[in-house]
């Protein structure tokens, strides 16, 4: 029973079998599926660069198919020589327990059953009604309820759903020509779609560039549940207009200006708040933010340096930064690096930590404090869990030795904009590492402080 829920963490891959062993952390499968080509690799540290310490993307490409190679890219590698280990799967921790194994087992005899007697399971139903019901309990006007419930059945008449019931030939666009005119792309990604969405907020842009949810239902009530309640009204808002404005397009020809999509959006925001009366102090929060560039000074005798990770809108690579100041605030130096493949947050936002160490030994500056903003990586940092990416704080941690001082401190997203501006911008750099000593890279606005 241990056995299904062990998986390895990937150190130098000297020990573990692709073929035979549990190494990629996924969901429902830990091993690849099959090899695309005869005699495939048999461990797995035959499919890494031992001189970068990378991924062999040739390799794994060739014989693992589109989506165990994605899963494959996505593990993060140790710097070092280190040696696979064991961890728990079903705990972020890594750590076994063995109320954590009653819940695997539990949980696998029942959708076998579910599975075998064809049926949803019980959870399943609770969830979905659950759902459904907090759709329909929407603070919204009723057009846009409407709308959100039809993207939830993912029955708004995109491309590729009139296409999957024959009422057209293809899937493609009306309006960009590109291939498939699936829902993400018809609200999120078609050139219409981002001219409008380029007008919006950043953080709100940047959530949708992060998010992976392919149900729509999913899609929207994570807009609803998980972010600030206005933030997700402008959102849906958003993507109502967004459809509204491709019909007018599409069946009429009348093209309407991004600009005047988004009073559209905004005019029912206000109407909503008249309606609704939806706090109007968070309104205008939302409609001219200030950004406040804060910056908390570190202990006496301390250098700072803020960490932070983004991944890039398609998805398919992440950024790091970090950026050192003194006592008083004076810019030391400043590193970025892209990292192909790697767009899980947490694990980026470990490798961000780890990329301030290097950048602090860069500048031979020994008493140092990381700030980041994620709250998990600096708990990992703190208890070395066996999580998915404990190579890298076997890293953190072993780089932290050679230095007199390092402390690791969460700080909010407000605090961190500077190296979440230098992150985000990093995304169209290629791939590797990019370092400012002494002055700021020119783009960075300098008087962060005040
Ligand atoms: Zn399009």
């Not at 930590?353 to 500056?365: G, P």
């Not at 230098?422 to 606005?445: I, N, T, Y």
Request: hydrophobic share 40%.
């Amino acid at each position: 029973m241990l056995k299904q829920g062990l998986i390895k963490r990937i150190g130098d891959g000297e020990s573990t079998q692709i073929w035979g062993c549990n190494w990629i952390p996924r969901t429902g499968m830990y091993k690849p599926l099959s090899s695309k080509q005869p005699n495939p690799p048999t461990r797995v540290c035959e499919l890494i660069d031992h001189t970068s310490m990378t991924w062999n993307t040739d390799i794994v490409r060739h014989y693992f198919s589109p989506m165990d190679s994605k899963a494959i890219l996505q593990i993060p590698l140790s710097l070092r020589k280190q040696e696979d280990c064991w961890a728990w799967h079903h705990e972020r921790n890594g750590l076994f327990s063995v109320c954590s194994a009653y819940r695997m087992l539990i949980q696998a005899k029942k959708s076998r059953e579910d599975y075998f007697e064809s049926r949803a399971s019980c959870s399943d139903i609770e969830t979905r009604q659950k759902e459904w019901k907090h759709l329909w309990g929407m603070q919204l006007p009723s057009k846009i309820k409407v709308f959100c419930w039809r993207l939830a059945l993912n029955s708004i008449p995109t491309g590729k759903v009139l296409k999957s019931r024959n009422l057209a030939t293809t899937a493609e666009c009306k309006i960009c020509g590109a291939g498939e005119d699936s829902w993400e792309h018809a609200l999120l990604h078609c050139t219409m779609s981002r001219c409008v969405w380029a007008l919006v907020d950043e953080e709100i842009t940047e959530l949708l560039a992060t998010l992976r949810i392919s149900d729509p239902k999913h899609c929207a009530l994570f807009m609803y549940c998980n972010i600030p309640q206005v933030e997700g009204i402008k959102i849906l808002a958003t993507c109502w207009a967004i459809w509204h404005a491709r019909r007018k397009a599409i069946h009429e020809g009348v093209f309407q200006s991004p600009l005047s999509i988004m009073a559209k959006v905004n005019q029912l925001i206000q109407e909503l708040e008249t309606i609704n009366g939806i706090k109007p102090e968070g309104m205008k929060k939302f409609q001219t933010k200030q950004k406040s560039q804060r910056w908390l000074a570190p202990e006496q005798g301390l250098c700072k340096i803020n960490t932070d990770a983004v991944v890039d809108r398609v998805g398919s690579k992440g950024a790091i930064a970090a950026v050192c100041r003194g006592n008083q605030g004076e810019f030391i130096a400043a590193s970025t690096m892209v990292i192909p493949n790697i767009i899980e947050p947490e694990t980026l936002e470990a490798m961000a930590c780890l990329e301030a160490l290097a950048l602090a030994q860069d500048c031979a500056i020994r008493r140092i404090k990381v700030a980041s903003d994620c709250l998990g990586v600096v708990k990992n940092i703190k208890k070395m869990t066996r999580c998915a990416y404990m190579m890298i704080l076997q890293d953190i941690h072993r780089r932290s030795k050679t230095f007199d001082c390092v402390r690791f401190a969460h700080e909010g997203r407000d605090f961190n904009r500077e190296a979440h501006y230098l992150a985000k911008h990093a995304c169209q750099f290629g791939a590797g590492r990019h370092v400012w000593l002494g002055s700021p890279p020119v783009f960075m606005d300098v008087n962060v402080l005040h």
